[in-house]
Nanobody
Framework: QVQLVESGGDLVRPGGSLRLSCAAS????????VAWFRQAPGKEREGVAC???????HYRDPVKGRFTISRDNTKNTVYLKLDRLKPEDTALYYC???????????????WGQGTQVTVAS
C-alpha cells in the first residue's frame, strides 16, 4: 500500500538549517508530484512547497529563497531543505501525494504522519 514516512525534524535555533525526508513506497514516485505541508499549533495546515514529476518546483512566498524541495527517484525520497529558519517556521511538517498526478495541482490522497520542526533559541 501507499506509504509516506517523514523524518528529519528537530529543535533548531533561529537561522539554522534542517533537511526533511519523505520516504515513499507502494507507488511509482517517479511519475508523481509530491508536496510538503505544515501545520502550526492553532493554525490551519498550509502548503509549503511542491515538486512535479519532471522536477519543476513551486514554493509559497514565506519560504521562497529559504526552502528547497528536491527528489531522488532512485531512493524513492523527496527532500525539503530548510535554511535560515525562523520561529514562525515551527510546525508539524507533512508530505503528501496523489499517486500518478504528475503536476502540483493535485488533491492529496495520501499523507505521512508528520515530523516536528521547532525553531527556538
Amino acid at each position: 500500500q501507499v506509504q509516506l514516512v517523514e523524518s528529519g525534524g528537530d529543535l533548531v535555533r533561529p537561522g539554522g538549517s534542517l533537511r526533511l525526508s519523505c520516504a515513499a513506497s507502494g507507488f511509482n514516485l517517479e511519475s508523481s508530484a509530491v508536496a510538503w505541508f505544515r501545520q502550526a499549533p492553532g493554525k490551519e495546515r498550509e502548503g509549503v512547497a511542491c515538486i512535479n514529476s519532471d522536477g519543476y518546483t513551486h514554493y509559497r512566498d514565506p519560504v521562497k529563497g529559504r526552502f528547497t524541495i528536491s527528489r531522488d527517484n532512485t531512493k524513492n525520497t523527496v527532500y525539503l531543505k530548510l535554511d535560515r529558519l525562523k520561529p514562525e517556521d515551527t510546525a508539524l511538517y507533512y508530505c503528501a501525494t496523489d499517486p500518478g498526478a504528475t503536476h502540483c495541482w493535485f488533491i492529496p490522497d495520501y499523507w505521512g504522519q508528520g515530523t516536528q520542526v521547532t525553531v527556538a533559541s
